[in-house]
C-alpha cells in the first residue's frame, strides 16, 4: 500500500522509501523514514494535498509525492 | 576582549531568528512557518567582557539538502569559520532536531544543544531528561523558552564553555569500510575526513566539486557502489538519534494535540476553508477602514491648519513667492497627505497581519491552495509568497527562495505584483470610498472592505491564469514535490507584535515613501512652473499624455502620476492632486472630502475610477520590489517580463472596461 492511499486518522507503519534522489532525501529528511509510524491527519478542500504526522510534526505532501511512500498497516 | 563567533543551526521554524533577536536585540524578521528567514543576518552583543557575534541562519532539515535557503546554511556551516554552533531543536519533535545535532558533530568540532519551545512542551506534556541527553550526546544542553527569553543567559554561559571536541563518528554499518578507504587519501584539518569521504561515496556533485576547488580532495576515481547509500546513511543517522533519545522522552498526555487538529479540520474543510480564508482577509480589511477613518481625518486637518502659519513663516524669513509655493503646494502638501491617509491604515493592517502570521496561519493558506497551483504547474508555497506579498512585493519576491524549483521560482516571483501590496490599500480605499461608497453611507466601510476583498480575490485568479500561462510558454514544465510543514498554532506575544510591526514594518515602509514624496513633490512644484511660452512644462506634460489616458479611459494626470509614482506607490494620489490643482484653479484643500470634489471637476467618473485603479494595480512593480526582482533573478530577461506582464494585463483591462462603459 502507498501512503496516498491510507484514509483519514489512519496509522501505517513506513516499510521503503522510493523515487528519484532529490524527493527521496527530502521525504526522507522530513522524517518519512521506514520503520516510522505515519498518520493522516488533515486532507485539503480538495483531497490534494494530504497532512500527516509523523514524529510530532504535521507535514503536507501531494498525492503524488506520497506515492514514493510504501507502508503497512499497524500490527497489533 | 574575547570574542567568540557562534552559528545558529536548527530545523525550520524552531526560534533560530528569535533567539537571535533576543540575544543581539535585532529585529531580524520571524514567523510561524519554515522558511521564514531565506539568508544568513549577523548580530553582535557583549556579555560579561565577551564579545559574541552570531549568524541567523535559514533552517535546514538536513546538511545535505537542496532548496536554496538550505543550501545557504548548509554552506555556511560546512566552509565558513566560526567557533561554536548552537544547534537549535524543537522540544515539542526532539528526534528530527537531534538528527541535525549528529549530522552537526560530523562537521563541527564544538557544538552546544539548545532545546527551545520548553514552554510549548510543557504544556503539551512533554518531559525531557536534559541530563541524560547532555550525557548521551557529549554536548552541552540548553533549555530555552527564546520568546519569553527564558534560559538564554544559560546559554550565552554554554556558549562560553563549550569545549572543541573531536568529530563525531557515527557508524554506518556496511559503509564503514568504504568510508575508511576513502578517508585515506583526504588529508585535511579543517574538515573531518570521514565526512568529505561520504560525501564522496554519495556521489554528492555540489559538495565534490567545492571541495575540490578548495583544493581538499582530488580528482576522483568514480566509484560504483550497490548500496543505497543515502538511505543508509539517513537511517543510520536515525538510529543513532533514537538510541540517543532512548528514555530522554517521556510523555504524560497521548492526544496532546486534539485542539489544535480540530481547528485544522475547520480552517482546511472542504466546504469552510476557502470561505473562511476570504473572511479573515476582509476582516482585516473592514477593521483596516474603520479603524483609519477617523485618525486620518484628524492628522489631515491638524497639517492643513499649519499651512498657514508656515506660509507667514516663509514670508517672514523673505523667502521669494515661488519658493514658498513650491515648498508649500508642492511638498508639504504632497508630504502631509502621505502620512495622513497612508499611515493610519498601515498602522492597523500591518500589526494584523503580523499576528495571522506569527499564529501560523499562512501555512494553512497554503495548504488549502495548493491544488490549484499544482494544476498550474506551480508550487504551492506560492500562496506562502503571495501573503508576504500582501505585506510587501519586495518582501514576497525575496521570500519565494522557500520553493526548491527554479522554474516555479520564478512564477512565484513574476506573479507577486498580482497581489496589491500594504502601500497600495490607502489610495484603494480612498478611492474606492469615493466613487462606490460615497461617505458617510451606513454600509460604507462593509462595502469598501468587500470590494478590497474582491481586488484580491481577482489577483489570485490572475496569478492562476499568468502562472498557468507561463508553465505552458516561457516556463515551461512540470510540477516539482511540494512539501510543507504545518507548524502548531502559537499565540504571538501581542505587545511584541504591534512594536515590531509598526517599528520595523509601517514606520519602515512609510519613511522610504516620505523620502520619495518630498522630491516629487519639488519636482511637480517646478515643472508646473516653469512655463515655455506661457504654458507650464505640466501642461506640456499632460498634454502630451492625455490621448493615451484617452485610450486607457483615464486621463495625462493620471497617467503621470503612475509613471512618477513609481518609487512608491504611497505617492500616486498626492502626484496627481498636485497635477491637478496646478493645471486648472486652486481649490483649497482644507479637508479629505474636497478630494471627491478634486477628481469631479477633472472629469472624474466611474469608469475613470475602474480604470485608475485597475492601472494602479497592475501597472509595474515600485522601483525597491523591481530592484528585488533584479537581484533575485539575476537576470535582465526576467526582470523586464515582471514589467510587462501586469502592464499588458492592465491595459487589456482597461481596453475591457473602456468597451463596457462605452
Ligand atoms: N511558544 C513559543 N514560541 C516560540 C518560541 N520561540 C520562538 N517561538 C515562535 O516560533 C515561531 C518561529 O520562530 P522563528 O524565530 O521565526 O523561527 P526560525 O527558526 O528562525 O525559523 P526559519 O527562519 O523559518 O527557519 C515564531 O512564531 C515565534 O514567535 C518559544 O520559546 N516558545
Ligand atoms: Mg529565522
Known amino acids: 500500500m502507498r501512503l496516498d492511499n491510507i484514509n483519514l486518522n489512519d496509522y501505517v507503519t513506513i516499510i521503503n522509501v522510493f523515487g528519484d534522489t532529490s524527493i527521496k532525501r527530502r521525504l526522507l529528511d522530513l522524517g518519512f523514514i521506514p520503520g516510522e509510524e505515519v498518520k493522516c491527519v488533515l486532507i485539503s478542500p480538495f483531497k490534494d494535498p494530504k497532512a500527516y504526522q509523523v514524529h510530532g510534526n504535521v507535514i503536507a505532501l501531494r498525492n503524488i509525492d506520497a506515492h514514493n511512500i510504501e507502508v503497512q498497516n499497524e500490527v497489533n | ?662
Request: aromatic share 10%.
Open chain 2, 1 to 662: 576582549m574575547k570574542s567568540i563567533k557562534v552559528a545558529l543551526v536548527g530545523t525550520p521554524n524552531v526560534g533560530k531568528s528569535t533567539i537571535y533577536n533576543a540575544l543581539t536585540h535585532s529585529h531580524e524578521h520571524t514567523g510561524n512557518w519554515p522558511g521564514k528567514t531565506v539568508g544568513v543576518s549577523k548580530g553582535e552583543c557583549v556579555y560579561q567582557d565577551t564579545l559574541y557575534t552570531f549568524y541567523d541562519l535559514p533552517g535546514t532539515y538536513s546538511l545535505i539538502s537542496k532548496s536554496q535557503e538550505e543550501v545557504v546554511a548548509t554552506d555556511f556551516i560546512v566552509f565558513s569559520s566560526f567557533d561554536v554552533a548552537v544547534v537549535v531543536c524543537d522540544a515539542t519533535s526532539l528526534e528530527k532536531g537531534i538528527n541535525l545535532v549528529l549530522q552537526t558533530k560530523e562537521i563541527c568540532r564544538n557544538v552546544v544543544v539548545c532545546i527551545n519551545l520548553v514552554d510549548e512542551a510543557k504544556k503539551k506534556g512533554i518531559n525531557i531528561d536534559y541530563k541524560l541527553l547532555e550525557k548521551r550526546l557529549g554536548s552541552i544542553v540548553v533549555p530555552t523558552s527564546a520568546r519569553d527569553k527564558e534560559g538564554l543567559t544559560e546559554l550565552i554561559g554554554a556558549i562560553k564553555h563549550s569545549q572543541n571536541k573531536d568529530f563525531l563518528d557515527i557508524d554506518y554499518g556496511v559503509l564503514n569500510k568504504l568510508i575508511e578507504e576513502a578517508a585515506i587519501n583526504i588529508k585535511t584539518d579543517e574538515y573531518n575526513p570521514k565526512w568529505i569521504a561520504l560525501k564522496i561515496l554519495e556521489n554528492n556533485k555540489y559538495y565534490i566539486n567545492k571541495l575540490n576547488k578548495l583544493g581538499v580532495i582530488n580528482k576522483l576515481n568514480e566509484q560504483d557502489i550497490d548500496y543505497d547509500v543515502n538511505l543508509e546513511v539517513v537511517l543510520k543517522v536515525a538510529k543513532k538519534a533514537k538510541e540517543i533519545l532512548k528514555n530522554v522522552i517521556s510523555y504524560e498526555r497521548v492526544n496532546y494535540d486534539a485542539k489544535e487538529r480540530k481547528i485544522d479540520r475547520i480552517l482546511t474543510s472542504k466546504i469552510w476553508g476557502i470561505p473562511i480564508m476570504l473572511a479573515i482577509l476582509f476582516g482585516c480589511f473592514y477593521i483596516t477602514i474603520i479603524g483609519a477613518n477617523y485618525p486620518s481625518s484628524l492628522l489631515f486637518n491638524f497639517f492643513s491648519s499649519l499651512e498657514g502659519g508656515i506660509i507667514k513663516f516663509l514670508e517672514f524669513i523673505h523667502l521669494p513667492a515661488l519658493v514658498i509655493d513650491l515648498l508649500v503646494n508642492g511638498v508639504y502638501k504632497t508630504l502631509y497627505f502621505v502620512v495622513s491617509v497612508m499611515m493610519p491604515p498601515m498602522m492597523i493592517f500591518f500589526p494584523m497581519f503580523t499576528f495571522l502570521e506569527d499564529l501560523g496561519v499562512l501555512p494553512r493558506i497554503a495548504f488549502n491552495m495548493d491544488r490549484a497551483f499544482s494544476k498550474c504547474k506551480a508550487c504551492g508555497k506560492q500562496a506562502l509568497t503571495m501573503c508576504m506579498g500582501i505585506g510587501c512585493n519586495a518582501v514576497g519576491v525575496t521570500g519565494a527562495r522557500i520553493i526548491d524549483s527554479k522554474r516555479e521560482r520564478l512564477i512565484a516571483i513574476l506573479t507577486n505584483i498580482f497581489m496589491p501590496c500594504n502601500g497600495k490599500f490607502p489610495t484603494l480605499i480612498a478611492v474606492i470610498t469615493i466613487f462606490f461608497v460615497g461617505f458617510n453611507k451606513k454600509y460604507g466601510s462593509v462595502i469598501c472592505a468587500l470590494i478590497l476583498t474582491g481586488v484580491i480575490f481577482l489577483g489570485i485568479l490572475l496569478t492562476f491564469l499568468v502562472s498557468y500561462i507561463l508553465s505552458k510558454t516561457i516556463l515551461k514544465g512540470e510540477p516539482s514535490s511540494f512539501t510543507l510543514e504545518l507548524p502548531p498554532y502559537r499565540m504571538p506575544n501581542i505587545i511584541d507584535t504591534i512594536k515590531y510591526s509598526v517599528k520595523d514594518r509601517a514606520i519602515f515602509v512609510l519613511g522610504r515613501a516620505v523620502k520619495v514624496a518630498i522630491p516629487a513633490g519639488l519636482l511637480i512644484g517646478i515643472i508646473a512652473n516653469v512655463k515655455i511660452n506661457d504654458v507650464s512644462i505640466l501642461r506640456y506634460l499632460v498634454n502630451f499624455l492625455d490621448p493615451v489616458g484617452l485610450v486607457l479611459g483615464v486621463d495625462g494626470v493620471i497617467i503621470l502620476a503612475l509613471l512618477l509614482g513609481f518609487p512608491a506607490n504611497e505617492i500616486v494620489i498626492p502626484i496627481m492632486l498636485m497635477g491637478y490643482l496646478n493645471t486648472n484653479a486652486l481649490i483649497d484643500m482644507d479637508n479629505l472630502n474636497v478630494l471627491r470634489d478634486i477628481f469631479v471637476n477633472n472629469g472624474w467618473t466611474i469608469k475613470t475610477a475602474i480604470c485608475f485603479i485597475t492601472l494602479f494595480l497592475y501597472r509595474f512593480p515600485c522601483s525597491t520590489t523591481l530592484l528585488t526582482i533584479y537581484k533575485e533573478t539575476k537576470s535582465k530577461f526576467y526582470t523586464l517580463l515582471s514589467v510587462v506582464i501586469p502592464l499588458f494585463i492592465g491595459i487589456i483591462l482597461c481596453l475591457i472596461v473602456n468597451c463596457i462603459f462605452f
